[in-house]
């Protein structure tokens, strides 16, 4: 059960990031928090490294809690994209561009 809460934890700070957009994230700088909704109590920390490719981010999210004396830690990584594509020019090619944010989970 543990597992599945740090996995929540990780899955909610993902959605946040990408629905905020890996730049503007970065520049609110609130890079790891805790989750004490459930016990034992969760704390998460986001790393995020350019990768200097195409406007990629290396994100990692790790969540870490202790049961009794011991340690647990789970993390997960994905790339994202910091291109803010609100800010892009339209372009009028007849095709329609898919709904989204800025970024996106691969």
């Not at 740090?6 to 905020?20: H, K, P, Y």
């Not at 004490?36 to 995020?48: I, K």
């Given at each position: 059960?543990?597992?599945?809460?740090?996995a929540s934890v990780i899955?909610?700070?993902?959605?946040?990031?990408d629905a905020t957009g890996?730049?503007?994230?970065?520049?609110?700088?609130?890079?790891?928090?805790?989750?004490?909704?459930?016990?034992?109590?969760?704390?998460?920390?986001?790393?995020?490294?350019?990768?200097?490719?195409?406007?990629?981010?290396?994100?990692?999210?790790?969540?870490?809690?202790?049961?009794?004396?011991?340690?647990?830690?789970?993390?997960?990584?994905?790339?994202?994209?910091?291109?803010?594509?609100?800010?892009?020019?339209?372009?009028?090619?007849?095709?329609?561009?898919?709904?989204?944010?800025?970024g996106g989970r691969s």
């Amino acid at each position: 059960q543990h597992y599945e809460i740090a996995a929540s934890v990780i899955e909610r700070q993902f959605t946040l990031i990408d629905a905020t957009g890996i730049d503007a994230f970065i520049e609110q700088d609130q890079l790891e928090g805790t989750y004490d909704e459930a016990e034992p109590g969760y704390r998460w920390r986001v790393e995020t490294q350019y990768k200097g490719i195409d406007d990629l981010y290396l994100v990692t999210i790790a969540v870490e809690w202790m049961e009794g004396m011991r340690p647990y830690r789970l993390m997960a990584q994905t790339m994202l994209d910091g291109t803010d594509t609100s800010k892009l020019p339209a372009t009028n090619s007849g095709a329609s561009a898919p709904a989204g944010g800025s970024g996106g989970r691969s």
